[in-house]
């Protein structure tokens, strides 16, 4: 192990019985003093040619999904779903497959870096400067923008920020923003009078009608819902269910459903009610207040759905013992997203499926949660920009989010941050924030680390999911929780009593102490260190019960909602709407295993393209690869296009997670990144309207041939010497 801790020692941290097996699977609280080593120094536990295996949490979005990793002489060499965790049930999506190409990463930041300066600080300096910028300011004047993972980090800045009077952290990330979580989480709350997140049971439903919500790609909980679409097929046991899709642009989940409604962007509130309208009239009995107010012909006009089909789907809808509605993605990024989340919600009232199977419920809480606690929307940001602009903040301390790259360049994040006096990045990587700030002090990578990850959406059982290290730390990076910890003691006062921890693991432990008197959970533990061993042995703790909410339906269809159409920014031709690559997402760019990975309807690699209906290409005489110029009222962009029918010919699309001008030599200057289009435009719940900007197309004569995946040979006809 090492000449300073020896095997005695260690056996003696351990404990005896259950405890001691589980630390020395690396799943203790102990094992934060063993070091995992590369073969040629082999750690005297580990046998040659045999395999470790750690579980932990993936760090690669915030969903919570639960790893296994499987190491080899101190190296972790493969990432596979731990199949007892209640979320992903031993599977996982290609980010998190992915995720090692982020630990062996050659562009990682590997030591303290203060800007200007051609040589590394030492962590003790690094410390030092994080005490003084806590206790040289006034608390008000120290400001923290945290990503959404992880939970543990999140919590111990809020108790740090609360003991001590400094300003809470605000947490953002791009894919809250682009799945519109505020907005879901208000609707929930207006409707229901329970601000969480919905959760939909695409498993056990016969008929799914789904506004926008790209479950199958990047949208809240991707792997859970893929999971429950593959209930809705299955046909075994029970009638294979049915996927209508409604929205302007074929995502991949359109590309499964059995019907697919291309839907005039803005117009989805008014369908929604529309079909709540007839299918109310179909099961009989007084309408209800929600879609009282609907105009069936109006609704079909405006959204150039036939009035044929939305009695169709209505039909379906009505008669089904399992409907199921839901709203998302591009739906509610529009200025009426409210609307259309409360109109799409008020289906599932009229359904009566509220706490069924097939049905809607409200979100379980993780176990030592009292309330839910959504990362902050645009319109938030916004004012806490506005904040930096004014020179509030003396000090900004960012981790696991990049605003430079994952904020539009509208809200004005890169300006407003010249007025910080002292801006501190946390990050792994050397991205775009990075780059600006005057200290980078490198936490561990995913892998590397401790911590846990509430899991807010997509399963049954309230879990708080376990997080440890399957390898010892490649470079000389340090855990912010421990950075924080130290840096409170030298501050001492106030800010030591805060964080009275020797280290990150201990804090972990005083936090998850609260569960180990509860019956109900995955496994039951004699004492604190045990249940802590356990804890990280299994890959976290979930209580064995069904903890989501069934709301009442009362509440919803007695409710008056307006359905009006959408405004939309801008005097250009074409409805815009950026969609998150289901590859990239905002923080896969860095990995060459994820560029090489073809987008599943474009098979576009390595970069970014416009996407463009043939009849639109045609009347603009623009061919595959031809270089356009997008032009919004925030910004503009070139780029290639691509040619693709499943698309509206009034509707661009473009992909979100290229276009960094940093982040490593996989990821800089590849494609463009379709935050620079968008305004300051939000809807009612404060959610960025990205679905809400209209654009103009200008031909550059120039061309790009995309890498794609396909043969352009015969692909809609082309090269084939004739149209088809």
């Not at 498993?203 to 809240?220: I, K, P, R, Y």
């Not at 009034?650 to 463009?672: L, N």
């Amino acid at each position: 192990m090492s000449e300073q801790f020896s095997r005695r020692d260690f056996l003696k941290l351990a404990g005896l019985g259950a405890a001691t097996t589980a630390v020395l699977t690396g799943c203790g609280p102990a094992s934060r003093y063993v070091k995992r080593e590369p073969y040629m120094e082999m750690p005297e536990y580990t046998a040659t040619g045999q395999s470790t295996y750690y579980a932990t949490t993936c760090r690669e979005c915030a969903a919570g999904c639960g790893l296994v990793v499987r190491t080899h002489q101190g190296r972790a060499i493969k990432t596979e779903g731990n199949a007892n965790h209640p979320l992903n049930l031993g599977k996982t999506c290609a980010r998190g497959q992915a995720s090692l190409q982020g630990l062996y990463n050659p562009d990682r930041v590997t030591d303290p870096i203060k800007a200007g300066s051609p040589l590394p600080m030492d962590w003790d300096a690094a410390i030092q400067v994080v005490a003084d910028a806590l206790k040289n300011n006034k608390p008000e004047e120290v400001a923290f923008l945290m990503g959404m993972a992880p939970d543990h980090l999140f919590d111990l800045v809020s108790d740090l920020a609360k003991e001590t009077g400094m300003n809470a952290p605000i947490r953002f990330g791009a894919l809250g923003m682009f799945e519109a979580r505020a907005t879901l989480s208000q609707a929930a709350g207006n409707l229901f009078g329970e601000a969480g997140l919905p959760y939909f049971d695409v498993g056990g439903a016969q008929v799914v009608l789904s506004f926008g919500a790209n479950f199958l790609e990047t949208w809240l909980s991707p792997v859970s819902y893929t999971r429950g679409f593959t209930g809705l097929r299955e046909a075994q046991t029970k009638q294979r269910g049915t996927l209508v899709q409604f929205e302007a642009r074929m995502s991949a989940t359109g590309g499964k459903a059995d019907e697919w409604i291309p839907l005039r962007p803005g117009t989805e509130a008014l369908v929604a009610l529309a079909i709540g309208k007839l299918a109310a009239e179909i099961k009989g009995g007084a309408m209800p207040r929600a879609f009282a107010g609907v105009d069936v012909l109006d609704a079909a006009s405006k959204s150039g759905i036939k009035l044929e089909t939305l009695e169709h789907i209505a039909g379906m809808f009505a008669n089904s013992a399992g409907a199921l509605a839901i709203p998302g993605g591009a739906a509610l990024g529009q200025s009426n997203g409210l609307e259309v989340a409360e109109a799409v919600l008020a289906l599932n009232a009229l359904a009566d499926n509220f706490g069924k199977p097939g049905g809607m419920s409200i979100s379980a809480l993780a176990p030592d949660q009292t309330e839910y606690h959504r990362p902050a929307s645009a319109k938030e940001m916004q004012d806490f920009i506005q904040k930096m602009a004014g020179g509030k903040f003396k000090v900004l301390f960012v981790h696991g989010v990049n605003p430079f790259f994952e904020l539009p360049n509208s809200l004005g994040f890169h300006s407003a941050s010249k007025n910080v006096a002292q801006l501190i990045s946390f990050s792994t990587f050397r991205d775009e924030t990075a780059r600006e700030a005057n200290y980078v002090f490198p936490d561990h990578h995913g892998l590397e680390a401790w911590g846990y990850q509430r899991v807010a959406t997509g399963a049954m059982q309230p879990v708080l999911s376990g997080a440890q290290p399957v390898v010892s730390p490649f470079y000389n990076t340090r855990a912010t929780a421990d950075v924080m910890i130290a840096a409170a003691q030298l501050a001492g006062g106030s800010f030591a009593q805060a964080l009275p921890y020797a280290d990150e693991v201990e804090f972990l432990q005083t936090k998850v102490a609260s569960l180990l008197g509860e019956a109900d959970g995955s496994f039951s533990a004699p004492n604190p260190q045990t249940f802590m061993a356990y804890f990280q042995q299994y890959g976290g703790w979930w209580r064995n019960m069904d903890g989501r909410v069934a709301p009442s339906a009362s509440g919803a269809l007695n409710r008056s909602i307006k359905g009006d159409m959408a405004e939309f920014a801008g005097e250009g031709e074409f409805f815009f709407i950026p969609f998150v690559s289901p590859t990239l997402a905002e923080a896969g760019a860095n990995k060459p295993w994820l560029q090489e990975l073809p987008d599943p309807t474009t098979t576009v690699m390595w970069n970014t393209w416009l996407e463009m209906n043939p009849e639109t290409a045609h009347e603009l005489h623009i061919e595959n690869d031809d270089v356009v110029r997008v032009v919004s009222d925030a910004g503009a962009l070139e780029l290639p296009v691509y040619v693709y029918p499943a698309i509206r010919p009034d509707t661009v699309a473009m992909p979100f997670g290229q276009g960094h001008t940093a982040y490593g030599r996989y990821a800089e200057g590849r494609g463009v990144n379709p935050n620079d289009l968008l305004g300051q435009h939000f809807n009612e719940a404060g959610d960025l309207a990205f679905a809400g900007m209209k654009v103009k197309i200008e031909k550059t004569g120039k061309k790009r041939p995309l890498s794609r995946l396909e043969s352009i040979m015969g692909v809609y006809g082309e090269g084939l010497g004739e149209e088809h």
